[in-house]
């Protein structure tokens, strides 16, 4: 993250000071250094205070909480539910067949009709429900032709609404910018959620990763609908004034 935060401009400074003459190189004193993390800096600042700045904040979240909660999910499939590398590999690929099916045939359809605000809370609330039930109960039949199909099913549609609605909510002239910092704050992401989960797994016992899950599908229910509501808002406000959807 921190190399995606400061490269373009040490990669700018350093074609500046090859074409210069000159003994310090652009970086005597350490002052272009210092000038370029402020710059990055800056421009992270700007690209949560833009337009698409809410819905990047609820992007980065869903990232964090879903990440941590299933960051230790090989590891519950193992010793809860006693798999082998091959089954749990099967179930692998079969959810992923089963995403790729949902994103050709599905998820266009149900976005067109019922609105992606609307649906992406709808996808929440079953998720939460989803996990909560599977916290109940061993029954690894129920698990894999239920909760594992269903999961699948409703996390590839709330990534899609998500991304939809993150592409309508940014302005044109912000969304390098803002797609930037998106990768940066992934890339954080992907080193503080494996911790976060860790140590909260590791306390509740790996048994709790759906009570884990549940949780954080209802922490990300409220903030979804209040930044999707002001998203469509916008967008309609843009579009001529035309009434948003009721969430």
């Not at 099967?90 to 992923?96: M, R, V």
């Not at 149900?110 to 992406?120: D, I, K, T, Y």
């Not at 239920?146 to 002239?173: D, Q």
Request: some cysteine.
């Amino acid at each position: 993250a921190l190399v995606q935060l400061c490269l373009p401009h040490v990669a700018a400074r350093g074609g500046k000071g090859g074409g210069e003459s000159g003994g310090d190189g652009g970086w005597s004193g350490g002052g272009g250094r210092v000038a370029a993390v402020r710059s990055s800096l800056q421009q992270t600042a700007a690209a949560f205070g833009g337009g698409g700045g809410q819905m990047l904040l609820l992007r980065l979240l869903y990232s964090l909480l879903m990440r941590a909660g299933y960051s230790m999910h090989a590891l519950y499939e193992s010793q809860v539910w006693s798999l082998s590398p091959a089954v749990s590999g099967s179930l692998a690929s079969y959810n992923q067949l089963l995403g790729l099916a949902v994103d050709w045939l599905l998820v266009g359809r149900l976005a067109a009709s019922r609105g992606e605000g609307r649906l992406l809370c709808l996808c929440l609330c079953l998720a939460t429900l989803n996990s909560l039930l599977e916290s109940r109960h061993r029954a690894f039949l129920l698990y894999a032709g239920l909760h594992l199909p269903v999961s699948a099913v409703l996390g590839r549609i709330t990534k899609t609404c998500l991304a939809s609605l993150f592409s309508k909510s940014v302005p044109a002239a912000d969304q390098a910018l803002v797609l930037s910092v998106l990768d940066i704050g992934n890339s954080a992401i992907n080193v503080v959620a494996p911790l976060y989960g860790g140590s909260v797994v590791g306390r509740l016992g790996v048994a709790s990763q759906p009570l884990l899950a549940a949780a954080h599908y209802a922490l990300l229910l409220a903030p979804t609908a209040l930044v999707v509501r002001r998203a469509e808002s916008e967008a309609a406000r843009r579009g001529g004034g035309a009434k948003p959807k009721e969430l």
